[in-house]
């Protein structure tokens, strides 16, 4: 009755060396799986590897500085084993990727219209008037007004909305089961993130796509995801059920994360903090991460590495001293 | 009690191009008849999406570029007449911190510099006395004093926005504006410098505008908000009162985008179609009218002026000609409960053993700190 996720990743690990002969462990031991059409959260703050991790999986990392091992499935094929040419095949066609900068990512001298019949051409074929019609039907799925005119504009005419609209509508040209969004709402304005948000929510409920949502905002993740995993130096420290990782967070670094956002039900004299800093990844401590930082740490924190082991079904934390409910009186 | 910074009817218009002479031929209106004051010890925060005059305002309040028309008084006295001395006095009453603070500190000088030199421009503290100052403002904004040796390089962002606050402290001022103060931040960094933020206005009674697109650390930080939309003011109240009854239409857009950390959240969602509109050429009558879901044909003709209300509402201005008829705001923001009280106790614990405020819980298993 399962059927196989639609992609599986065991084991990732991303390496970077760095000219002065020093290794930087960006990602270590990620385990992920997403579900067909299903919506995984990838949460972190900078520098924790969640952006390595789509990068790995899109085959994007430079095979010069990063050394990635592990592996990665995705729909029959073995990502990390494929060649060049599988992987440009895949991407932008069942892979797709949008990213925080729509500008940087879109090509100031073509226009919106070439950049999206580029990608059908490449993946689909068929008659340039046939992707044209088609790229205009994609700006109108993703709500860009009058998409018969506004195929023909440069993308410095116009706003960070629409590019990120233009972008999403690149991505979906040739209907991916895979969409990688890296902080698609970072660089907008709080009621254009909404419009994204609500396209987001849209494309979901057509069904299709699964999507793997990287952001450093717990809200973001509220309002789109069904499964949140939550990382911190590199490693998955917590995967839940988003309605559970809100409820009943099972690793301390959630819980500061959490409790570090300002709260909009009653107003706080402080916010938590989550004092001290990320370790040292060309050295990572032996034991847990976090333990450094952790109030809840004690000395066997700091010997071994804790595993990623449930604390309930479908419910993992990297924590020795989970379940956490037990540690408050 | 006068307030301490009054701002009337400012203007400020930018040159968008020029003819042939140098003369404007069009003219982005960036702030167009902004009114509002600051207390004592008080935070007002404008919020408003990119392009709306915020930080336009922010900079006229400092005369850090001067407004086309209207006044500006800062603790009874005329900002605008201040010749050059005066102003470089004035500096010492107001600061200003800025959203990056890596292109806020200059990378050549090292923290007790960047600390020193107010210091030494405005004669506050003689040379002898100046390292023990730099020791103390380190300490103030929770950095150790041997950091001050060190270069910008070698901060963390978050540690970076410590020093340019600390800057800001050096001259004791009355009024900070915070520009997007914690925007480039990481979750965890950010509430440190609220917190931090917080407690210095207590502790030294501070006044700040708090200039955000963020509503939730509005919402955390401020006493009262200013809504700005395309260079006005559209409504401004007391923070509570603003979250928990938006009258404009636009306060509601910007509440209901917020995204809440809470799956499943019940709320009336009014997510705004269309563009901003661009401050070159404003629509006509109410500046909103083009987003606005309630509009009617007197709104496209005339702009509406910000007006207090009665009653409850007189403190509780809106720039709306129909805010008297608009359905109430309903569950924009769900105020159910915030976090589980499984969480809630975990939060509290978790800041407790952090040397927080919320302390109160004890986390069994723990040998006690020392």
């Known amino acids: ?329 | 009690m006068t307030a301490l910074l009054e701002a009337e009817n400012l203007v400020k218009h930018f040159p968008a191009s020029r003819n042939l002479f140098g003369r404007p031929t069009s003219l982005v209106r960036a702030v167009d008849g902004v009114s509002f004051h600051v207390d004592r010890g008080e935070t007002l925060a404008l919020v408003g999406e990119s392009g709306c005059g915020k930080s336009t305002v922010s900079r006229l309040a400092l005369r850090l570029i001067e407004p086309d028309a209207g006044s500006l008084r800062f603790d009874g006295r005329d900002l605008l007449a201040l010749d050059a001395d005066e102003l470089r006095g004035f500096r010492r009453q107001a600061q200003i911190i800025f959203q990056d603070p890596y292109a806020a500190l200059n990378p050549r000088m090292s923290v007790s510099q960047i600390l020193g030199e107010p210091l030494a421009l405005h004669e506050l503290v003689p040379p002898s006395r100046r390292r023990a100052r730099i020791e103390e403002l380190l300490r103030l904004v929770g950095l150790e004093p041997r950091l001050a040796r060190r270069y910008p390089h070698e901060f963390s962002g978050g540690q970076r926005q410590r020093i340019a606050i600390a800057r800001a402290l050096a001259v004791e001022p009355k009024l900070i504006i915070c520009d997007e103060p914690v925007s480039a931040l990481d979750v965890s960094i950010r509430s440190q410098i609220l917190n931090l933020l917080r407690d210095l206005q207590d502790r030294l009674g501070l006044s700040y505008i708090f200039v955000s697109h963020d509503l939730a650390v509005v919402k955390h930080i401020a006493d009262r908000v200013a809504v700005m939309n395309l260079g006005g003011i559209v409504e401004t109240a007391a923070t509570e009162a603003l979250f928990a009854s938006p009258h404009h239409p636009y306060s509601r857009a910007l509440l209901s985008a917020i995204p809440l950390p809470k799956p499943q959240a019940k709320r009336t969602r009014m997510v705004l179609q269309g563009e901003l509109p661009s401050a070159l050429d404003p629509p006509s009558g109410c500046r909103f009218h083009t987003r606005c879901p309630f509009v009617i044909e007197h709104c496209r003709a005339e702009a509406p002026d910000l007006r207090a209300g009665t009653g409850d509402a007189i403190n509780h201005p809106v720039a709306c000609h129909r805010a008297a008829e608009l359905p109430p705001a309903g569950a924009i923001l769900p105020f159910d409960g915030g976090f589980s009280p499984a969480l809630e106790k975990l939060v509290a614990a978790f800041s407790s053993e952090q040397g927080g405020a919320a302390g109160g819980v004890d986390i069994i298993g723990r040998p006690a700190a020392e």
Do not use: W
Request: a neutral charge.
């Open chain 1, 1 to 329: 009755m399962n059927a196989p996720p639609l992609i599986e990743i065991q084991r990732l690990r991303v390496l970077f060396r760095g000219d002065d002969g020093r290794t930087t462990h960006a990602v270590d031991s990620v385990d992920l799986a997403v579900d067909h059409g299903a919506t995984l959260g990838l949460v972190g703050e900078s520098g924790c590897g969640k952006s390595v991790t789509s990068l790995a999986i899109m085959g994007l990392l430079s095979k010069r500085s990063a050394e990635v091992s592990g592996s990665i499935r995705f729909d029959g094929f073995d990502l990390l084993q494929a060649g060049d040419q599988t992987l440009r095949d895949l991407r932008g066609n069942r892979l797709a990727m949008i990213f925080q900068e729509p500008m940087s990512s879109l090509n100031p001298s073509f226009t919106i219209g070439d950049q999206i019949v580029e990608t059908i051409l490449r993946h689909r074929g068929g008659s340039a008037r046939a992707a044209r019609q088609r790229a205009i039907q994609l700006l109108g799925r993703v709500h860009i007004p009058s998409p018969e005119k506004r195929i023909d504009e440069f993308p410095h005419r116009l706003s960070g909305g629409m590019r990120q609209r233009v972008m999403i509508a690149i991505a979906l040209a040739c209907d991916p089961r895979l969409l990688i969004a890296d902080e698609p709402t970072t660089a907008l304005d709080v009621t254009l993130q909404a419009q994204i948000l609500e396209l987001m929510r849209e494309l979901k409920s057509e069904g299709g796509a699964a999507i793997i949502l990287i952001t450093h905002d717990l809200g973001v993740v509220a309002e789109v995801c069904d499964e949140v995993a939550v990382m911190y130096a590199g490693e998955i420290v917590e995967r839940a059920a988003v309605d559970e990782l809100f409820s009943s967070p099972q690793h301390p670094y959630t819980v500061g994360l959490l409790g570090s956002m300002p709260r909009l039900d009653r107003r706080a004299q402080q916010l938590a903090t989550i004092d001290g800093m990320v370790p040292n990844m060309a050295r990572p401590p032996i034991g847990c991460r976090f333990a450094a930082r952790c109030p809840f740490a004690v000395d066997a924190c700091t010997k071994a590495p804790p595993p990623l082991a449930e604390v309930s079904p479908r419910h993992a934390s990297r924590c020795i001293r989970a379940p956490l409910e037990r540690l408050v009186s």
